[in-house]
T-cell receptor, first 115, second 112 residues
Framework: GAGVSQSPSNKVTEKGKDVELRCDPI?????LYWYRQSLGQGLEFLIY????????KSGLPSDRFSAERTGGSVSTLTIQRTQQEDSAVYLC?????????????FGQGTRLTVV | QKEVEQNSGPLSVPEGAIASLNCTYS??????FFWYRQYSGKSPELIMS??SNGDKEDGRFTAQLNKASQYVSLLIRDSQPSDSATYLC????????????WGLGTSLAVNP
């Protein structure tokens, strides 16, 4: 597709269950970001994949959160044993990430509700 | 000190006025600067990028960069109610670590 695609658009899960969120970046983009955004708040950085480099996981809030990027393309964000405070919109963005093109383009987000 | 700072607002301007949004950054080696617009309930979208000192104009939008003073601003001329949104400033450094660093955004309300 032409843009960043995220699935599902909405996810309602019970407290304690695991969830997986998927991101398909723009073809050819080597960098991929995950962010979390609560209502009325700014972007909370979670993780940054940059090409073949080790990912920057410094924003992951706890060890319940993990992310993978397979084959330098699709990424999955996994939240284990979900808690109500995990409820938020999870945004994925991708970037060409070369010296002249570092701007990121966002997917439509996944709205996660933990009940 | 936060790496990228913006006034949270809300900034309120009348329709047709110039809206001025400001952003300061702490790292002098920052190289690329971006303004994003985020409507309520939507994802951020890129509206301007700037890399060199001075002004860059695109339609009603002008980005201004001053590396010596470490600030970047966005001017919106002839503001319209449809410009009401949160404006996010983002910065990347030179070199191998090009991770985007974000401000928290400034809320803009354009009143008819």
């Amino acid at each position: 597709g032409a843009g960043v695609s995220q699935s599902p658009s909405n996810k309602v899960t019970e407290k304690g269950k695991d969830v997986e969120l998927r991101c398909d970046p723009i073809s050819g983009h080597t960098a991929l970001y995950w962010y979390r955004q609560s209502l009325g708040q700014g972007l909370e950085f979670l993780i940054y994949f940059q090409g073949n480099s080790a990912p920057d996981k410094s924003g992951l809030p706890s060890d319940r959160f993990s992310a993978e990027r397979t084959g330098g393309s699709v990424s999955t964000l996994t939240i284990q044993r979900t808690q109500q405070e995990d409820s938020a919109v999870y945004l994925c963005a991708s970037s060409l990430d070369n010296r002249m093109n570092t701007e990121a383009f966002f997917g439509q987000g996944t709205r996660l509700t933990v009940v | 000190q936060k790496e990228v700072e913006q006034n949270s607002g809300p900034l309120s301007v009348p329709e047709g006025a110039i809206a001025s949004l400001n952003c300061t950054y702490s790292d002098r080696v920052s190289q690329s600067f971006f303004w994003y617009r985020q409507y309520s309930g939507k994802s951020p979208e890129l509206i301007m990028s700037i890399y060199s000192n001075g002004d860059k104009e695109d339609g009603r939008f002008t980005a201004q960069l001053n590396k010596a003073s470490q600030y970047v601003s966005l001017l919106i001329r002839d503001s319209q109610p449809s410009d009401s949104a949160t404006y996010l400033c983002a910065v990347t450094k030179a070199g191998n670590n090009r991770k985007l660093i974000w401000g928290l955004g400034t809320s803009l309300a354009v009143n008819p």
